[in-house]
Structure formats: structure tokens, C-alpha cells
């Protein structure tokens, strides 16, 4: 099946940092890529749509220049938190979406970035 | 709105069968999805529904009914290994996936 990467698995960094998150698809081309979040005990809620080659289509309620989102590549997008906080601290996964023949999209999960702002 | 039901939370024992179910109200369908997810991971892939119908995969089975809005995950011969969160989740008409807040099973010996 299709692969997705994440990159780092955890980062720790200090408030006010900047914290770059890599997803990658590593056996097949995306267009089209997904970043979630999940705060413990709760569903994933999406943040932002990644496009290859185009902008990124943010959620209500997500900041944009906050969470700033690159899809240069059909096999790279990467999420990166400006000026992390506490409150950012969080479960980052990325998902890649394959269109399937049979006409349905399937999404393959990266494994996820754990970031604790301190 | 757009709306997805689970329980939050159900318990059973190593050997048994537990039905997980699934009610959906969105702008469109395009399938229905579910994943598990183990604590502290990304959430896996268990099956696809697009239409109405049981798909069995091996322990586990999923059964959709669009005119109900529904639908259920059926796990058999239960392992402790099945302690996990099962989400639900929606394909609206825009191909968005819309998740449920997931159902956390656990298994007793």
C-alpha cells in the first residue's frame, strides 16, 4: 500500500520558536495532501487542504499565517508552526489522497508529529 | 450542519463480537470510512463503504445503509490487540472527510 512519512516523530521546542513539519509520500504522487491535528482524547480536525503547486485552503478558525503550508513538490508538503506557544502543543498528522480507478479518493496516514512547546 | 455519531466509548471481552455504530448526517456521501487508531498513532485503514451492504474483511466487517444514515463495525474473535479508538468518517460531496470523534474500545481478558 502507499506510504506516507512524517518528519521528526516528536520535537520539543521553546515558546516563540519555529518548528518545521516534513510529509512525504514515498512510492506514489499526491496532488493533494491533508493536515490534521488532534488534541488528546479528541477526533482529528483538519486544518488545512495542500495543493501542489497552488495555496493551501485553511479551516475556519486556523491561521494561516500561523501555520504556514508549502506543497512544493507531488511527494513533499510541509507544515511549519511560526512562533509556536504552549497552547500549540499538539498531535500534527499529514495525509496523502490517492484517487483510486473505481472513482473513490483513499487517504494513507503519515504516523504523526508530537510537538511540545514549552 | 454536517454531523457524525458514535458512541465514545464501549467495552468488551477477548473472544467476543462488538458492533460499533455509526450515524451520518452530511451535504452529500461519497463513502464512508472506518480507521483505527491506537493511542499515541495515526489512524490505519480498516475498510471503505460506498454502497449499501455488508464488506467483509477477515475479523472484521462494516455494513452501510445510506437511506439510514448508518453504519456499523463488526469485530469477531476480539484480541486485546483490538484496544484502540474506531473513527468513523464521511466523504461529503466535495470529497472532505468528516470524522467522527471515535468510538474507544476496550477489551477485558
Known amino acids: ?118 | 450542519g454536517q454531523n457524525i455519531d458514535q458512541p465514545t466509548e464501549m467495552t468488551a471481552t477477548e473472544g467476543a463480537i462488538v458492533q460499533i455504530n455509526c450515524t451520518y448526517q452530511t451535504s452529500g456521501f461519497n463513502g464512508l470510512f472506518w480507521y483505527q487508531q491506537h493511542a499515541g498513532e495515526a489512524p490505519t485503514f480498516l475498510s471503505y463503504n460506498v454502497l449499501d451492504g455488508l464488506e467483509e474483511k477477515g475479523r472484521f466487517s462494516s455494513f452501510l445503509s445510506r437511506s439510514k444514515g448508518y453504519s456499523y463495525l463488526l469485530l469477531k474473535e476480539l484480541q486485546m490487540k483490538d484496544s484502540a479508538s474506531y473513527l468513523c468518517a464521511v466523504t461529503d460531496s466535495n470529497y472532505q472527510l468528516i470524522w467522527g470523534a471515535g468510538t474507544k474500545l476496550i477489551i477485558k481478558p
Open chain 1, 1 to 118: 500500500g502507499a506510504v506516507v512519512s512524517q518528519h521528526p516523530s516528536w520535537v520539543i521546542c521553546k515558546s516563540g520558536t519555529s518548528v518545521k513539519i516534513e510529509c512525504r509520500s514515498l512510492d506514489f504522487q499526491a496532488t493533494t495532501m491533508f493536515w490534521y491535528r488532534q488534541f488528546p482524547k479528541q477526533s482529528l480536525m483538519l486544518m488545512a487542504t495542500s495543493n501542489e503547486g497552488s495555496k493551501a485552503t485553511y479551516e475556519q478558525g486556523v491561521e494561516k499565517d500561523k501555520f504556514l503550508i508549502n506543497h512544493a513538490s507531488l511527494t513533499l508538503s510541509t507544515l511549519t508552526v511560526t512562533s509556536a506557544h504552549p497552547e500549540d502543543s499538539s498531535f500534527y498528522i499529514c495525509s496523502a489522497r490517492v484517487s483510486r480507478e473505481s472513482g473513490y479518493n483513499e487517504q494513507f496516514f503519515g504516523p504523526g508529529t508530537r510537538l511540545t512547546v514549552l
